[in-house]
């Protein structure tokens, strides 16, 4: 089992900034994949942003330019960093990561933005 513990949400107005941080129980050394991903009230989970250990990145058409995800390998920990907010960014955002076919999640971190 591998835990994930996010954290960094919060309130913030249209046009501000929030970073969310994901630390892993376990080494990501051997991760294939680790991401984020968002769910809005009624609506599904989408991916926001994901990383590769080797450093491939893919967003989502609608953070483009203004999301950007990193690793810090030695605290086995996965960034998001969310610039020029947006009302329809609030949603719940959830970690990810994938060591080949097994997949885990966090519990998911509240991120609410204001007009």
């Known amino acids: 089992q591998v835990q994930l513990v996010e954290s960094g949400g919060g309130l913030v107005q249209a046009g501000g900034s929030l970073r969310l941080s994901c630390a892993a129980s376990?080494?990501?050394?051997?991760?294939?994949?680790m991401g984020w991903y968002r769910q809005a009230p009624g609506k599904q989970r989408d991916l926001v942003a994901s990383?590769?250990?080797?450093?491939?990145?893919n967003y989502a058409d609608s953070v483009k330019g203004r999301f950007t995800i990193s690793l810090d390998s030695n605290k086995n920990t996965v960034y998001l960093q969310m610039n020029s907010l947006k009302p329809e960014d609030t949603a719940v955002y959830y970690c990810?990561?994938?060591?080949?076919?097994?997949?885990?999640w966090g519990q998911g971190t509240q991120v609410t933005v204001s007009a």
């Open positions: 990810n990561v994938q060591y080949g076919r097994d997949g885990y």
């Open positions: 376990r080494s990501i050394f051997s991760m294939s994949k």
């Open positions: 990383i590769t250990w080797g450093g491939v990145t």
